[in-house]
């Protein structure tokens, strides 16, 4: 199988794997080649797959979709951080928070700024 894992920003996965493991809102699923084309909705969790050379890789993932459609899995996330092997996934997924909250931060710093000079602006009239 091929599976294509997409972000507004770009894709982060194009590889062929063996197995595909993930959380839908039904609850956890496995996709394999010989498996029954089909879609899903993706919840926030972990995502897993096998690569043809047997490495296991994990994903944190936002919510989304995924599509089996013959030798194609195409999933399409919010957020997603490749974050490669199990013991790293935590850390990965924790230092794209704290960014996250950092930029976050900063963009409600720079709007509060704005509003506050409208605002001066106004009561000068």
Do not use: I, N
């Not at 926030?44 to 050379?53: K, M, N, Q």
């Not at 194609?72 to 928070?97: F, H, Y």
């Not at 704290?98 to 704005?114: I, M, T, V």
């Amino acid at each position: 199988m091929r599976l294509l894992l997409s972000v507004p920003t770009g894709v982060l996965v194009d590889e062929a794997v063996t197995k595909v493991s993930a959380e839908s809102d039904r609850g956890s699923f496995t996709m394999l080649p010989r498996h029954a084309d089909g879609a899903v909705l993706l919840v926030p969790g972990l995502l897993s797959y096998v690569t043809a050379a047997g490495e296991e890789v994990f994903v944190a993932v936002d919510e989304g979709v995924m599509v089996k459609a013959g030798p194609e899995v195409r999933a399409a996330c919010r957020r997603a951080v490749v974050a490669g092997a199990l013991e790293s996934a935590e850390a990965a997924l924790a230092e794209r928070l704290r960014s996250q909250d950092e930029h976050e931060k900063r963009a409600k710093a720079a709007l509060l700024r704005l509003e506050a000079e409208v605002l001066r602006r106004l009561g000068g009239v």
